[in-house]
């Protein structure tokens, strides 16, 4: 059974001057699913979603939205939060979004209606009288948000969301995405923020210097790493390194290193028979971060932002 | 839902938003009474005055019927007369003919002249003329009357009595002089100037607000930047129509709320057309000046990227302007000048120059060919534009161009 693609582009290319910003980018993100594009800054995210949604066009490669290779025919359908916030200072809140619904095609009463639903959802009830000019930059960016979502779009796109909220709003926004996701949305949405990924994604890809590096769950993204072990002794001399695995690292009182295939038993065995006891053992999951990391290499990541500041400059 | 009917409903969201956001502004008061400030100013006020007032010298006079010797007499009367005047004073060019048959229809069938404004026709012995004049020639008739009465003088020389009693009568004309239509013509120019000035200039900075709001993004995302771009013109269009009806109320109300005496001197100013065809075509040259220039201005303004950039464009769009102007008023004096048709011919001046000329001529066939050339190039210039737009915008080409980039590889 094929599985229903909400988007999927393959081979997308972009340049900019002799700069290959996105080379070669193949997505396909199934519908109702929440996914998310991870990577380091300047690694071709704003610009691979931009291509996606038909706002530029790509060099090559081809892509489709909601089934359709022209992604302006199906923007009624699609809800967007650029990555750079923009609403007209002198619009009240409420008209800011019921003017984002009519832009997709949501008639301007049903917009107003459904603005004051969703603000008083979202808890700024209060607000829903105030000109965008007197909000808090968190506050404005929750209605960006809701503006993007008041047509009830099929697809919802959200570039770098979490970027400029504190800790309370990023709460309410990611009840807002696993909503939209439960009324049967697909959300796409990019970040360099591993924890939101790692609590929100059904899949995921991760981009390093303009390609897909990894595609696939966060449970198939942490299954590239192998577990990690952190023991400490109860009687620590010098003498323990040599019954520790090669890969093993002091960290604090105890050591790390990366659980042997064949188990740990073994090396427990020989530690205890040693005298060295165990006062404190943990098996870790690798995190999604560790699997960023190891994917996109600390090396890329400074690559990545050395390449973004020369384009800034 | 077709894709025309998505782009115009997406264009008329955008336009909708703009028109709100300029009209329900304390500002947009300023923007509507700005005509006002212009006419304080005095600068286009004193200049357009001399204009108007050279347009009707050229063409103003006063006529005596006589024949033989007192018609000489009274050109050296005249001539004598005139220096007692200040040059700014003088009254009209004297005209001298033969009288005919009838000296009384001649005189009147003299101010329906169109190559002519006829203020005021003396006729009949001069110690009992008969003096036909203007509403607006009472200073013409007035003169008449003296030289009567100095040829009279002249030739009975030692008293000190009136020797001439004229009887004036006052003549009503079918129609507006030729000069009532080049001083029409010079309104109309000048008001399309001004509202295009002022249109224009709030065309050019439109983006401004996307781009420093950075709304830019998400109307990108929602709408083809067609319909930002159009959305925009309307929008501002719809503004110009306030502003057109606002200030269109005000110029046809003002005759009953100017004094009798004030209004006397406008009584001969008119369009050649009539006046209900002159405000159709006033309105449709409004329409394609306004496409045109806005177009042109709104591409230019969506490639400047900061402020100081906008103010840098906005000197020579100002000039653009103004050079039109200059070109189409010039028309506005001499209709059948090599310039005014030069000025018909070329795209951005020639509503101007048609407009004048709709006060000039009573013909109408040129303007059905200039308004079909003019919405020629109101396509190419909205095309273009459009894609200056989009690409001033997103700093990134349209599909076609790219294609032709790929087919020229």
């Known amino acids: 059974m094929s599985i229903e693609l909400a988007v999927s582009a393959t081979g997308l290319v972009k340049r900019f001057g002799n700069r290959r910003v996105v080379d070669g980018v193949d997505i396909a993100v199934p519908k109702g699913m929440i996914y998310g594009v991870l990577g380091p800054n300047g690694a071709g995210k704003t610009t691979t979603l931009r291509m996606l949604l038909g706002i530029i066009e790509p060099d090559e490669g081809e892509r489709t939205l909601l089934g359709n290779p022209r992604p302006r025919e199906v923007s009624d359908q699609v809800g967007y939060l650029p990555e750079e916030r923009g609403l007209y200072p002198s619009m009240k809140t409420t008209q800011a979004i019921a003017f984002m619904g009519a832009l997709r095609g949501l008639d301007w009463r049903t917009g107003r209606t459904r603005a004051t639903q969703l603000m008083e959802a979202a808890g700024l009830g209060h607000a829903t009288d105030q000109k965008i000019r007197k909000l808090s930059k968190g506050m404005a960016q929750l209605v960006q948000l809701l503006g993007s979502v008041v047509h009830q779009p099929d697809l919802l796109v959200l570039d770098e969301p979490f970027s400029g909220l504190d800790p309370v709003n990023q709460e309410r926004l990611e009840k807002l995405i696993l909503a939209e996701r439960d009324r049967g949305a697909t959300v796409l949405f990019s970040t360099h923020v591993m924890a939101h990924a790692e609590r929100l994604c059904d899949r995921l890809a991760i981009i390093a210097g303009g390609k897909v590096r990894f595609e696939g769950t966060v449970a198939d993204a942490r299954a590239t790493l192998p577990f990690k072990a952190h023991y400490v002794p109860h009687h620590p001399n010098d003498g323990i390194r040599a019954l520790l695995p090669a890969d093993s690292t002091p960290e604090g009182d105890g050591w790390r290193f990366t659980l042997p295939d064949e188990g740990i038993e073994g090396t427990l065995v020989k530690l205890i028979d040693a005298g060295y006891g165990i006062s404190g053992l943990s098996i870790e999951r690798p995190s999604l971060h560790d699997v960023f990391v190891r994917i996109v290499g600390a090396k890329a990541i400074a690559e990545s932002e050395a390449a973004e500041a020369e384009g800034r400059a | 839902m077709s894709s025309l009917a998505r782009l115009i409903r997406q264009t008329m969201t955008i336009a909708r ?393």
């Open chain 2, 17 to 409: 938003r703009d028109f709100v956001a300029t009209v329900f502004t304390p500002t947009f008061l300023l923007f509507l009474f700005a005509p006002l400030m212009m006419v304080g100013f005095g600068a286009v006020g004193g200049g357009a005055a001399m204009s108007i007032t050279k347009s009707g010298d050229d063409k103003a006079r006063i006529v005596v019927l006589a024949g033989g010797d007192q018609a000489r007499v009274a050109v050296a009367a005249d001539r004598q007369l005139r220096r007692m005047f200040r040059p700014i004073e003088q009254p009209a060019r004297l005209i001298v003919e033969r009288p005919g048959v009838n000296p009384e229809a001649q005189a009147r069938a003299m101010f329906e002249r169109k190559e002519s404004d006829t203020y005021a026709v003396m006729y009949g012995p001069l110690d009992k003329p008969q003096i036909l004049h203007s509403k607006n020639g009472t200073r013409s008739a007035d003169y008449l009357a003296a030289l009567a009465d100095q040829v009279m003088r002249a030739q009975r020389a030692g008293t000190s009595a009136p020797l001439s009693e004229a009887t004036k009568i006052v003549v009503t004309r079918a129609g507006s002089t030729a000069g009532g239509h080049g001083q029409a013509a010079f309104f109309a120019v000048t008001a399309l100037f001004m509202i295009s000035l002022l249109l224009a200039g709030q065309v050019v900075g439109t983006m401004a607000e996307e781009r420093s709001n950075k709304v830019i993004e998400v109307l990108a995302a929602a709408v083809p930047l067609e319909s930002v771009f159009f959305g925009k013109l309307v929008g501002m269009f719809g503004v110009a129509l306030l502003f057109l009806g606002f200030w269109g109320t005000v110029v046809v109300n003002v005759g009953s709320l100017l004094p009798a005496k004030l209004a006397t001197a406008f009584i001969d100013v008119g369009p050649a057309v009539g006046l209900p065809m002159f405000g159709l075509l006033f309105v449709a040259y409004f329409v394609t000046s306004y496409m045109l220039l806005g177009a042109v201005f709104l591409g230019l303004g969506a490639q400047a990227s900061t402020q100081r950039e906008l103010q840098m464009m906005s000197l020579p769009i100002t000039i653009f302007q103004v050079a039109m102007w200059g070109m189409a008023s010039a028309t506005a004096l001499e209709p059948d000048s090599w310039l005014a048709t030069a000025a018909a011919a070329f795209p951005f001046s020639s509503p101007f120059a048609m407009v004048a000329r709709a006060a000039n001529a009573p013909e109408l066939w040129p303007h059905a060919v200039a308004l079909i050339w003019q919405a020629l190039w109101v396509a190419i210039t909205v095309t273009i534009a459009a894609r200056l737009f989009r690409r001033g915008v997103l700093q990134s080409g349209s599909p076609r161009l790219r294609l032709r980039k790929k087919a020229a590889a």
